[in-house]
């Protein structure tokens, strides 16, 4: 089935229409491990694009500083180009007007100037080339500089600047701007240069960056809704899941319902079936009684054998009937309450009422602690009889039988091998050996069954119901009862059932 | 064996099945005369009977029981009704009832006793238990206990 086909079943909600050929279809819905392998991924992804974000960041500042750095040599070297103009209009001024206030602003231009000079070599100290240039320029300005000087002084002295200029001061003048000028351009020059330099690949890649950034964010982002989708997705088929589980529950629920009604049914009707027929039963069984009273020895030819094989017969259909009788209510709940049984109690007082069957075949019978059990008394009570009555009945002929009863903590081993046993819980193994006849291993489940028995009507008395009613007990109260056994050997019946806190 | 200062005594038996009835009758004909045992079908017939109500008002051929077997389970009126009337009628509540019946529930035996029969007895399965049953039955009322009048 493709992934159109699954999605639009799983929105029409009508995914398993046969309960019976169910399978969780898990190759559609993304698994636990899908959805970690995309968080993974996206978060790696955020991780790479935090990464590369912080680089690009580092490397913008970078970037910033260097531009500061060259504007400030830049703003610098211009400021000192316009400084070194400015003294000169100064000079100019207070030559032409006398006024003391060209001279101050000329001073504190010098101060300016030396200032940004030494603002310069700070900025470029780890470039030789650069402070040479700087020291040039000082060395151009410091003579312009002892020209202004020198033109103050005559000033000073003569009123005015007469007689002081010559076409070689003049000359000097402007070759001087010129060269402070050449200075200053390559000052700039190398700076520009060197800016270049380190920010080239930078410069070259700028808009790459953002544009990388943008990818791994995009990437990211999809990938993220991708991660979100697929939670849905699983999600969503988790909840489905759990709606069919909810639907098998029920169904079950109504299965368990319909077995337990039949159960009763049936119950029900062996208990009334067994109960009419006994009706009928005792009257043939009366009046074949009543006609051997009378007609003993009267009958022709082999009407006596019929009549006793006719008696023989009721019976034997009675003893079955009762027996189905007391299978049938065997396990039903109402018949006592359900409380602690103390099973030495219940074994001490059964084995009273044994007492004389007991001494008849001189039997031993041991009986080791036995624990607490839930259950009824009653039913117990019968339990063992049945084990202890077949353990007498089947002993070997010449041999005085021996019986033990004991019990130990079942082993784990032992309760995992009985699904219908909770492993987690604690169970008592309950053991009635004999040394009587035994039976073959492969009888050893045939014996529960109902009716079934394992020797001749005639070699044995009972219907072979005992086991049935002792195993329907047994399982009733949650336990199980299996035996061992090989012909000649004895057997061992074992019972497990559930540990009760004392 | 009669004792012949022992009178033997006269049973009443209510019982609707005529298998039950035949041999019922059969078992006490080992220790009583036939007369000494006479049948009604039902609940109806039986206070009928002991009400004297015709056809049952002729008492040679219906005696006085000193005691009456009934069994629970009967047609238009059944044991249980029939025991609560006689035992409300105050010239027939001291005659002792003994519930002869195929049931053996607790509620049965319970609620009858309380009502005031004298005993409950489940019919037994074969001929055998039943004329032993029969003879307790005729030992036990007519010689080990006295009966009022």
Redesign the interface.
């Known amino acids: 089935m493709n992934k159109k086909e699954s999605r639009r079943r799983i929105l029409s909600g009508n995914k398993f229409p046969h309960l019976g050929k169910y399978q969780m279809k898990n190759e559609q819905n993304p698994s636990i491990r899908q959805v970690k392998i995309y968080s993974i991924v996206t978060l790696i992804l955020i991780v790479i694009g935090s990464g590369v974000s912080y680089w690009t960041a580092g490397r913008i500042e970078y970037y910033t500083d260097g531009v500061m750095h060259t504007s400030d040599v830049l703003q610098r070297t211009d400021e000192l180009y316009s400084s070194i103009l400015e003294r000169e209009t100064n000079i100019r001024g207070y030559v032409l007007t006398s006024n003391e206030e060209f001279l101050t602003n000329y001073n504190q231009s010098n101060v300016n100037a030396e200032l940004l000079l030494i603002q310069l070599q700070a900025l470029t100290i780890d470039n030789t080339l650069q402070q040479n240039n700087i020291e040039e320029l000082r060395g151009l300005i410091n003579s312009r500089v002892r020209t202004f000087e020198a033109s103050i002084e005559y000033m000073k002295e003569h009123g005015d600047l007469v007689g002081f200029l010559d076409p070689n001061k003049i000359n000097n003048a402007l070759s001087g701007y010129t060269l402070i000028k050449d200075v200053v351009l390559r000052i700039n020059d190398v700076e520009n240069g060197l800016f270049q330099q380190k920010n080239q690949s930078l410069i070259n890649n700028i808009y790459a960056l953002p544009f990388i950034v943008g990818l791994i964010s995009i990437f990211s982002i999809t990938i993220g809704l991708m991660t979100f989708f697929s939670i849905y997705q699983f999600n969503k088929a988790q909840l489905a899941a759990n709606k069919e589980i909810t639907l098998f529950q029920q169904k079950l629920r109504d299965q368990i319902k319909l077995l337990d009604d039949s159960n009763k049914e049936l119950e029900q009707f062996a208990y009334v079936a067994s109960h009419d027929l006994?009706?009928p039963?005792?009257?043939i069984?009366?009046?074949?009684?009543?006609l051997k009273?009378q007609y003993d020895g009267k009958l022709e030819g082999e009407g006596d054998l019929y009549l006793s094989r006719i008696t023989a017969a009721a019976?034997r259909m009675?003893r079955l009937i009762t027996d189905l009788l007391e299978y049938s209510r065997a396990g039903r709940i109402e018949n006592e309450k359900v409380k602690s049984v103390k099973l030495s109690k219940v074994i001490a007082e059964m084995l009273e009422d044994f007492e004389i069957a007991i001494q008849d075949k001189s039997a031993k019978i041991a009986v080791g602690k036995l624990p607490k059990v839930i259950g009824s008394e009653t039913e117990y009570r019968q339990v063992f009889q049945n084990l202890i009555s077949n353990s007498l009945k089947f002993s070997k002929p010449s041999v005085n039988p021996e019986i033990s009863i004991t019990s130990e903590q079942a082993s784990e081993e032992l309760i995992n091998s009985y699904p219908n046993l909770d492993s987690s819980a604690n169970y008592y193994l309950i053991k009635v050996s004999d040394n009587g006849i035994g039976f073959e291993k492969t009888h050893v489940d045939r014996i529960f069954s109902i009716f079934q028995r394992l020797h001749g009507k005639k070699e044995y008395e009972g219907t072979g119901i005992g086991l049935s009613i002792t195993k329907k007990i047994i399982e009733k109260n949650g336990g199980v009862i299996f035996a061992e056994s090989s012909v000649g050997k004895g057997s061992v019946f074992n019972i497990i059932l559930p540990y009760i806190k004392p | 064996m009669l004792m012949s200062f022992e009178k033997p005594i006269q049973i009443l038996v209510a019982e609707d099945d005529e298998?039950?009835k035949l041999?019922i009758l059969?078992a006490f004909e080992r220790t009583l005369p036939k007369e000494k045992v006479t049948c009604v079908e039902d609940g109806e017939a039986l206070l009928k009977y002991l009400k004297r109500t015709p056809p049952y008002d002729d008492l040679e051929k219906y005696p006085k029981p000193d005691i009456i077997l009934l069994d629970l389970n009967m047609p238009r009126k059944d044991g249980r009704e029939a025991l609560a009337e006689i035992k409300s009628i105050d010239e027939l509540k001291s005659i002792p009832v003994i519930i002869f019946t195929?049931s053996n529930s607790v509620d049965d035996i319970q609620t009858t006793y309380k009502m005031g029969s004298s005993s409950f007895i489940t019919?037994p399965?074969?001929?055998?238990e039943?004329v032993k049953v029969t003879e307790e039955i005729e030992n036990y009322w007519s010689k080990t206990v006295l009966l009022p009048g």
């Open positions: 006994q009706e039963l005792r009257k069984t009366a009046f074949s009684d009543l009273e019976v009675r | 298998d039950d041999l059969k195929t019919k399965g074969s001929f055998e039943l």
